[in-house]
Nanobody, 131 residues
Framework: HVQLVESGGESVQAGGSLTLSCTTS????????MGWFRQTPWKDREGVAA????????YYTNSVKGRFSISGDSARNTLYLQMNDLKPDDTAMYYC????????????????????????WGQGTQVTVSS
């Protein structure tokens, strides 16, 4: 059973940086597609970043490209999301997730995917960006 625990969310000023962490069960990062998602009360959950285990390829939704970076440390069983140049629109609850397949190729190419089929989820960590 995969367990995921996020941490690192806090309140920051616009333009600032933040790193989220997701502690996973052993061997999760090397075996599963890992992802970060975010959700607000007024917007559906959206995929932010995804990391594939075998080729270490990373994908991002269009609104965070060039600002966010996903990475995984299998030795520490930790997934990260480095977020730079934060904007008020980045305010959301951020979730770590794992799945055997991840987003479809066309969704990755489009830069937009949901988490409806993902298998494992953490409890979330809140990020608030003030202007």
């Amino acid at each position: 059973h995969v367990q995921l625990v996020e941490s690192g969310g806090e309140s920051v000023q616009a333009g600032g940086s933040l790193t989220l962490s997701c502690t996973t069960s052993p061997n999760t990062i090397s075996r599963y597609v890992m992802g970060w998602f975010r959700q607000t009360p007024w917007k559906d959950r959206e995929g932010v970043a995804a990391l594939f285990p075998f080729n270490k390829q990373a994908y991002y939704t269009n609104s965070v490209k060039g600002r966010f970076s996903i990475s995984g440390d299998s030795a520490r069983n930790t997934l990260y999301l480095q977020m730079n140049d934060l904007k008020p629109d980045d305010t959301a609850m951020y979730y770590c997730a794992a799945d055997t397949e991840g987003p479809a190729p066309e969704a990755l190419a489009w830069g937009s995917w949901s988490g409806n089929t993902w298998s494992y989820w953490g409890q979330g960590t809140q990020v608030t960006v003030s202007s």
